[in-house]
């Protein structure tokens, strides 16, 4: 007896999954699709992967520029402010030094150490304490814009 068998694809026509259920992921005999497989945190295979350089994102554009913000502390002044009058940075006349922060590429001032020498500091923007610091060991500070 011959039986005519129906075709299958009839029976899915207008099926949305194809008898598949809900999720099919396809490409499932080669593993999946994409970056699947490529070992990204396997030792082995991570020399391959960086060789191809595609993985995840790179950066972003910062639209308009900060202006980058160098500091220094008094410690650090009280430490280099004879090599700096050595090499004239800083002048020194009598006891007092006077230093201008902007031409060795400093723009802030910060309060950490003790102020022994007098200094007179010019310097684009300071810590409070750190002016109170300079000023308590008979220097002074100059914010300049």
């Known amino acids: 007896m011959v039986v005519h068998k129906r ?6 026509r207008g099926s949305r999954t194809h008898g598949w259920g809900l999720v099919h992921r396809g490409s499932g005999n080669r593993g999946g ?33 900060r202006a980058k913000v160098c500091i220094i502390s008094i410690k650090q002044i009280e430490q280099s402010i004879e090599k700096w009058s ?19 590429g400093y723009s802030k001032l910060l309060s950490t150490g003790k102020a022994t020498k007098k200094i007179n500091v010019t310097v684009a923007s300071a810590a409070h304490e750190a002016v109170e610091k300079i000023k308590a060991a008979g220097g002074s500070v100059t914010i300049a814009q």
């Open 86 to 104: 050595n090499a004239q940075l800083a002048v020194k006349q009598q006891d007092v030094y006077t230093l201008d922060l902007a031409k060795l």
């Open 33 to 65: 699709v994409g970056n699947a497989g490529t070992g990204k945190k396997a030792h082995g295979k991570k020399p391959s992967v960086w060789k191809e350089a595609h993985l995840g994102k790179h950066g972003f554009v910062r639209h308009g520029q």
């Open 7 to 12: 075709r299958k694809i009839t029976r899915q």
